[in-house]
T-cell receptor, first 117, second 115 residues
């Protein structure tokens, strides 16, 4: 099930089940979204991205869904494995000022995924 | 994908001293580098953005005189934490971006502990 900890929501799933991690973003002008996986003591690792002109994108065992109406993003992991245990962050690409490349990523709060063997 | 390295991976320093963290893009030219700070069980918070050869742009609430950023070349940026205090203890992560396709690549992070 899903619970909210002191700082970081936690999602526990049984190995082999599907996982769904949710994220709400704040800026309706954001046009690019990315999901990152962060293992303990390491930097964020790119998983999958999606542009605002799409509502779904699939990768290997992962699917990202984007609902611009309610500013909601989700990451679905199929057949979750112990190696999927990590903290997952969504990030929105926000334009800072006009000009090429003038944007920055803003990270969501993150969700800790724990896979029960 | 492109590789970004950080050095050191861990550092312990005494209160009042300064410590420098290096961030390198190994196989591409990083026109823009970002420095993030992450406290335990929290998200990444952007501290500053630097473009090669220009002064860094700091986020609100980040002291530019305390966190000195130098982006002197297209492959190297440094973050110097001056007069470190225990509350500066954190995980510092750099990120680098080239000219195109604007993807951002993250380093492995540096764990700073100030005693």
């Amino acid at each position: 099930g899903e619970s909210v900890g002191l700082h970081l929501p936690t999602l526990s799933v049984q190995e082999g089940d599907n996982s769904i991690i949710n994220c709400a973003y704040s800026n309706s002008a954001s046009d690019y979204f990315i999901w990152y996986k962060q293992e303990s003591g390491k930097g964020p690792q790119f998983i999958i991205d999606i542009r605002s002109n799409m509502d779904k994108r699939q990768g290997q065992r992962v699917t990202v869904l984007l609902n611009k109406t309610v500013k909601h993003l989700s990451l679905q992991i199929a057949a979750t494995q112990p190696g999927d245990s990590a903290v997952y962050f969504c990030a929105e690409n926000r334009v800072v000022y006009s000009g090429a490349g003038s944007y920055q990523l803003t990270f969501g709060k993150g969700t800790k995924l724990s896979v029960i063997p | 994908g492109a590789v970004v390295s950080q050095h050191p991976s861990r550092v312990i320093c005494k209160s009042g001293t300064s410590v420098k963290i290096e961030c390198r893009s190994l196989d591409f030219q990083a026109t823009t580098m970002f420095w993030y700070r992450q406290f335990p069980k929290q998200s990444l918070m952007l501290m500053a953005t630097s473009n090669e050869g220009s002064k860094a742009t700091y986020e609100q609430g980040v002291e530019k005189d305390k966190f000195l950023i130098n982006h002197a070349s297209l492959t190297l940026s440094t973050l110097t934490v001056t007069s470190a205090h225990p509350e500066d203890s954190s995980f510092y992560i750099c990120s680098a971006r080239g000219n195109w396709p604007y993807e951002q690549y993250f380093g492995p992070g540096t764990r700073l502990t100030v005693t």
